[in-house]
C-alpha cells in the first residue's frame, strides 16, 4: 500500500527520513512538501530528523512500524484515539462554524467545498487556479488573497487561530468531502477511516513532541 | 635519506642563515605590528590560524568523545550542538577560507610572479586585523555562552527560535568575511598589475592561477554570504519577516542566499591547495606539469561552474524537481575540471623522476582523499541517491575528505615544502614523513566509518543514536586519536626546527620557481632586482643551466 505524506511544520526546518525506505523530505514551514514510500515488509523501522532543529535535534525520533493487514486492523481495534485526521478534520469544520457559510446551499455566503479538491478555480481576481493542498491551506490562512469568483471577501483570515495540525486536518477533511449532505449533519464519520482509502494522509509531528508510535497503514505483503 | 631523495643543502659547517632577511630586517611588536612586508602578514595569519585550528581541532575532538557511547552523557544536547556549531564556524571562517591563500598564498604569491609586494600593503594589514577581529568575535561568542545555530545559521531556527549568541557569531563572521574578500582583491590586482617583465599569463606558476580563481570567488561571493547574515541580524532584531512566511517571507530565499556563497566556499577553500599540490607534484617528480594549460584553465573552470551548483544543497528542500535537475547535472559538469587536475599530476608522475619527501606524502595523501571526496560528491550530487545520503554522516564524511582529506593535506604539504623558504631552515625529515603517514591513516579510521554510518542512515548533529551504530563510531574516535597525534607532531617538529633544524640554502628542493632562486628567508624586498623572466614555469632544463653558472642573490 502506497503511503503519501503532506509534510509541514508550524516552527523551524525539519527533516522527514526513512533511512530504510530511502525516503527523505524537509519540512518547511509555511508550505506544503510531500513524500511517498511503499512499505513492503513488516517490522520497525528508524525515522529520524535530520534537519538539525535545535536543542533535542537526535531526539526527535521514532519508529515506523509496518504491520500486515490483519494486525493493522487489530492495532485499529486497540487503539484509544481512533480518529482520522478527516475525522479530526470534521469536527474542527463544525467547531469553527465553518458549514455556515460552507454549506453548499444555494444562498450561502462561501463557495460548496464538496469536490472542490483538485478542481480548477476561477478566483475574484480573474486568475484560474488549481485547489491543491498548499491552495486549501493558503485559502484558510489567507481568505482575502483567495476569493472564488462570485463571492464576497467576507471571510475572516484564521491565520493564528488555527495551528498547523488543525489546517491539516481541514485540508484533510475538505479533500475527502464529495457532497454538502455532511456537512450539517452530526459526527457519523466511519466511512473516512483510512483504511478504505487508496491513500492516508498524515502530518509531520512538528516541534519537540515528537517521539512515538507512527503507525503506517499496511495493504498487501509481499512475501 | 636513501639515494632517493633530491635535498641539496649547503655545506652545513658553514652555511649560514643569511643576517638580512624579513624576520630580521626590523625587531620590535610595532615592527610586526605596523607592517606592510606580505611575508610578515602572511606570519602573523599563520600564527593566527594555527591557534584557531587547534581550538576547533579539540573542539572536534569533544565531539568525538561525545559519540563514543550512544548516550548524550558527556556533554548535555544543547552543549553539544553548541560545540559542533563552533568547531564548524572557526574551522570553516576561520582555519579553511584563509588558510593557503592568507599565509602561504599572501607569502608566495609576490615572489612568484617577480614582484617586491602585494599591490595594497596596507589593504593586507587590513585584512588580517579583520580577521584577528572576526575571530575575538567568535572567541567571545564561545566564552559567553555559545551559539547552537549550526554553522549555516538556517532560518528560522537562527531568527526566531534560538536564544544563543546568534548576532555576536554573525557580526564575526561578517567582518571575516571582508577579510576575505579584502584578501582576494589584493591577490588579483596583483596578478594583473605586478608581474615582472617576461611573466606572461601562461608562464605563472600554477600556485598562482588556482589562487587567482579563488580570488575571483572571494570577491564575488562573499558579499552575498554578508548580505544573507545581515537580512538574519535584521529579521532577528527588527523582524523584517523576509524569511518569515507568516510575514509574507520564505526560509528557503535564506538557503539560496547562504548557498549561494558557501558552495562556492568550498572551492575557496580547496583551490589554493590544489595550487600547492600542483607545485609540489611538480617539483618531486622533476617534471613539467602535463597539461599546464589544460590544469590552469581548469581552476577558473571550477570557479565559474562553482557559482551555479548552490541549489544541489537543497534537494529534498521543496525546490521544483525540474530545477533539481539542471542543478544536479551542473554539479556534475563541477566534476570535470576537478578530475581535469587529478589526471592531470597523475600525468606529471608518469616517468618523472619521483621521491618521497613530506611534501610529496602529502601530496599522495591528497590526490587519494580528495579523489574519494570528490567521487562521493558525485553521490551527492545525484538526485535519487542524494535523498537517502545527504544530511547523513555520509556528507558529513564527504566534505571531511575533501576539506581535511584535501584541503588540510595540501595545506601541510605546502607548509613542509616552503618551510625552508620561509624560515632559511629544514624540518626534520624522518619525523616529518611519520607525522604525514600517521595523518593519513587517523583521518583513514576516522572518516572512513562515517561514509558506511551514513549508509545505514545514521543522521548528522545528533548528540545521542542508536545504540546499532556505536562500533563504527568507536571506530571513528579512535581514529580521531591518531588524527590528533599526526597534528600536533607537526606543530612541535616545526617549532623546533625554528631553532635547531639544518640549514636550508637558497633551493634544497632543486626547484624551478622564481620563489627558489632567491635567498631563504627572502629579504623585506624579495630581489635585489626586478627579475626578468625567460622561461615557463616548470623548466627543469632552464635550472640545469642556472646551476652550471650557480648565480645566487644571497646578501650578508
Redesign the interface.
Known amino acids: 500500500m502506497l503511503i503519501q505524506l503532506t509534510l509541514i511544520s508550524q516552527d523551524v526546518f525539519h527533516s522527514f527520513s526513512i533511512p530504510a525506505f530511502r525516503v527523505k523530505r524537509e519540512a518547511i514551514p509555511g508550505r506544503y512538501t510531500s513524500v511517498w514510500f511503499e512499505p513492503t515488509t513488516p517490522g520497525k523501522y528508524h525515522l529520524f530528523c535530520t534537519q538539525y532543529c535545535g536543542t533535542n535535534h537526535s531526539a526527535m525520533i521514532g519508529d515506523i512500524v509496518v504491520l500486515t493487514p490483519e494486525g493493522y486492523k487489530q492495532w485499529l481495534a486497540e487503539s484509544t484515539s481512533g480518529m482520522s485526521l478527516a475525522q479530526n478534520g470534521e469536527r474542527l469544520f463544525a467547531t469553527l462554524s465553518c458549514n455556515a457559510c460552507h454549506n453548499g446551499r444555494p444562498d450561502s455566503r462561501g463557495p460548496s467545498l464538496a469536490n472542490v479538491f483538485g478542481s480548477r478555480l476561477t478566483l475574484a481576481n480573474g486568475s484560474t487556479t488549481t485547489a491543491d493542498e498548499a491552495y486549501l491551506r493558503e485559502a484558510i490562512l489567507n481568505p482575502s488573497d483567495h476569493v472564488t469568483q462570485g463571492y464576497a471577501p467576507i471571510m475572516p483570515t484564521y491565520q493564528g487561530q488555527v495551528s498547523e495540525d488543525g489546517v491539516i486536518t481541514l485540508v484533510e477533511y475538505i479533500k475527502n468531502l464529495h457532497s454538502n449532505d455532511r456537512v450539517e449533519q452530526t459526527l457519523n464519520t466511519t466511512d473516512l477511516l483510512p483504511e478504505g482509502e487508496g491513500k492516508a494522509a498524515s502530518q509531520r509531528p512538528a516541534g519537540s513532541n515528537s517521539q512515538g508510535r507512527i503507525p503506517a497503514p499496511q495493504g498487501t505483503v509481499k512475501q | 635519506m636513501s639515494t632517493d631523495t633530491i635535498i641539496s643543502l649547503p655545506d652545513q659547517s658553514t652555511a649560514r642563515v643569511p643576517k638580512v632577511n624579513f624576520w630580521t630586517k626590523e625587531n620590535g611588536v610595532l615592527s610586526w605590528l605596523l607592517t606592510g612586508d606580505h611575508k610578515r602578514i602572511a606570519m602573523l595569519y599563520l600564527i593566527s590560524i594555527t591557534v584557531f585550528f587547534f581550538i576547533g581541532g579539540a573542539l572536534a575532538g569533544l565531539i568525538r568523545l561525545e559519540l563514543l557511547t550512544p548516550q548524550?552523557d558527556l556533554m548535555a544536547?544543547?552543549t553539544y550542538?553548541k560545540v559542533f556549531t563552533m568547531h564548524g564556524v572557526i574551522m570553516v571562517f576561520l582555519f579553511l577560507v584563509p588558510s593557503v591563500p592568507a599565509t602561504l598564498g599572501n607569502f608566495l604569491i609576490p615572489i612568484m610572479i617577480g614582484a617586491k609586494d602585494l599591490a595594497l600593503p596596507k589593504i593586507n594589514l587590513l585584512s588580517w586585523y579583520l580577521y584577528v577581529a572576526g575571530g575575538i568575535t567568535v572567541l567571545y561568542t564561545m566564552i559567553s555562552g555559545g551559539v547552537?545555530t549550526?554553522w549555516?545559521f538556517?532560518t528560522?531556527?537562527s531568527t526566531?527560535?534560538?536564544n544563543t549568541n546568534v548576532l555576536s557569531t554573525g557580526i564575526a563572521v561578517f567582518i571575516a568575511g571582508f577579510s576575505s574578500i579584502f584578501t582576494g582583491l589584493n591577490f588579483i590586482v596583483t596578478i594583473h598589475k605586478m608581474r615582472a617583465p617576461g611573466m606572461t599569463w601562461f608562464r605563472l606558476p600554477l600556485f598562482v592561477w588556482s589562487h587567482y580563481a579563488a580570488s575571483i570567488l572571494m570577491v564575488l561571493g562573499t558579499p552575498v554570504l554578508a548580505i544573507a547574515i545581515v537580512l538574519v541580524a535584521l529579521e532577528r532584531t527588527l523582524g523584517i519577516g523576509i524569511f518569515d512566511?507568516?510575514k509574507g517571507g520564505?526560509?528557503?530565499l535564506f538557503q539560496h542566499l547562504f548557498w549561494f556563497y558557501s558552495h562556492p566556499a568550498v572551492y575557496i577553500m580547496i583551490l589554493p591547495g590544489m595550487g600547492v599540490i600542483s607545485e609540489v607534484i611538480s617539483t618531486f617528480s622533476r617534471k613539467r606539469v602535463f597539461g599546464y594549460t589544460a590544469v590552469a584553465f581548469s581552476s577558473v573552470a571550477i570557479a565559474v561552474f562553482g557559482f551555479f551548483v548552490w541549489e544541489h544543497h537543497m534537494f529534498?528542500?521543496?525546490v521544483s524537481t525540474y530545477s533539481t535537475l539542471v542543478f544536479s547535472l551542473l554539479t556534475m559538469l563541477v566534476a570535470v575540471p576537478s578530475a581535469i587536475k587529478i589526471f592531470n599530476w597523475t600525468f606529471t608522475l608518469y616517468k618523472g623522476s619521483i621521491t618521497f619527501e613530506t611534501p610529496m606524502l602529502y601530496a599522495f595523501g591528497f590526490m587519494g582523499l580528495f579523489t574519494i571526496g570528490g567521487l562521493t560528491g558525485v553521490f551527492l550530487g545525484t538526485t535519487g541517491t542524494d535523498?537517502?545520503l545527504?544530511?547523513?554522516y555520509f556528507i558529513v564524511a564527504h566534505f571531511h575528505f575533501v576539506m581535511v582529506g584535501g584541503m588540510l593535506m595540501a595545506f601541510l604539504s605546502g607548509i613542509h615544502f616552503w618551510w625552508p623558504k620561509i624560515t632559511g631552515r629544514m624540518y626534520p625529515e624522518k619525523i616529518s614523513q611519520l607525522a604525514a603517514l600517521v595523518t593519513f591513516i587517523g583521518f583513514n579510521f576516522t572518516f572512513f566509518p562515517q561514509f558506511i554510518l551514513g549508509t545505514?542512515?545514521m543522521?548528522?548533529?545528533?548528540?545521542?543514536?542508536?545504540a546499532e551504530f556505536q562500533i563504527l563510531n568507536v571506530f571513528s574516535t579512535a581514529g580521531a586519536t591518531i588524527l590528533g597525534v599526526g597534528y600536533v607532531l607537526p606543530l612541535l617538529y616545526l617549532a623546533w626546527s625554528l631553532k635547531y633544524g639544518e640549514i636550508a640554502g637558497n633551493n634544497p628542493w632543486q626547484a624551478t620557481g622564481l620563489e627558489w632562486q632567491i635567498q631563504s628567508p627572502p629579504l623585506t624586498e624579495n630581489f635585489v632586482e626586478i627579475p626578468v623572466m625567460d622561461h615557463d614555469a616548470y623548466d627543469y632544463e632552464w635550472l640545469e643551466r642556472q646551476k652550471e653558472k650557480e648565480v645566487t642573490t644571497s646578501v650578508g
Open positions: 548524550s544536547t544543547d550542538n547552537d549550526g549555516t538556517t528560522p531556527l526566531h527560535y534560538l512566511p507568516a520564505d526560509p528557503i529534498i528542500m521543496g535523498i537517502h545527504t544530511e547523513t545505514l542512515g543522521p548528522r548533529r545528533y548528540a545521542a543514536y542508536p
